[in-house]
């Protein structure tokens, strides 16, 4: 079985390349490469430089960090919370399902890519509602005010379509609030039948007639 013995120090080293890299800084090689863990004058060189040892040094007073976080003690307005609370609602790319970049949006999950394909197919005009102008907002059983996109928009039937593969946390009692505090906003959620109904369809026409059925 080879061994790997240091030259110098005659130390054993588990293989070739731990050998070359303890030749290369060992103390009895008299050209061995220096790091700042065994050069003092380096060392010596990097102390002071922070501003509290070097204060200790020279027998100066340590210098107070009395600085406040600048938000401490403050509040969000209510108008601002709004305007956070849209933000991460159009903004939101979730984390549950793999995004697809698709006709220069992002469609969350399969099922979303599908139903963009199938709208196509069908030359049914569709939009990704990342814009504030589609924004929902509803109040919960809290009083507390939060924003909401659906999945897509039927322009030419101003038909919103929420895909629901799954429903997560508290998803089924959010889209209450939203239906119901929304009555003149008309939202399809497609949930799995419902998918499997709508990917079958050949026409338009069968498609709509379905989404004005729900």
């Known amino acids: 079985m080879e061994q790997f013995i240091c030259k110098y120090c005659k130390k054993e080293c588990k293989s070739v390349n731990s050998l070359k890299n303890h030749e290369r800084l060992c103390k009895l090689n008299p050209n061995h490469q220096l790091t700042w863990f065994t050069n003092k004058e380096w060392q010596q060189k990097r102390k002071g430089t922070n501003q509290y040892i070097k204060a200790k040094q020279e027998g100066k007073p340590t210098p107070k960090y009395d600085?406040?976080?600048a938000f401490l003690g403050k509040h969000h307005t209510e108008e601002t919370k709004r305007k956070i609370s849209e933000s991460i609602s159009?903004?939101?790319h979730g984390g549950r399902?793999?995004?697809?970049k698709y006709?220069?949006?992002y469609l969350?999950?399969?099922w979303e890519l599908s139903i963009a394909k199938k709208l196509d197919k069908l030359k049914i005009n569709w939009i990704k509602t990342k814009e504030k102008k589609y924004t929902l907002k509803y109040i919960d059983d809290k009083e507390k005010e939060h924003t909401y996109n659906p999945d897509f928009y039927l322009k030419d039937y101003d038909y919103f379509l929420e895909i629901?593969?799954?429903w997560w946390g508290k998803d089924k009692r959010k889209m209450e609030f939203v239906k119901n505090q929304n009555p003149t906003?008309?939202?399809v959620i497609i949930e799995k039948e419902l998918f499997s109904s709508l990917l079958m369809c050949e026409t338009k026409d069968e498609f709509i007639k379905?989404?004005?059925d729900q």
């Open 103 to 105: 006709k220069d949006v």
């Open 210 to 212: 379905i989404l004005l």
């Open 185 to 187: 906003i008309k939202i």
């Open 67 to 69: 600085r406040k976080p």
């Open 164 to 166: 629901k593969g799954y």
């Open 90 to 92: 159009i903004n939101n």
């Open 97 to 100: 399902c793999k995004w697809y």
């Open 108 to 110: 969350q999950g399969t």
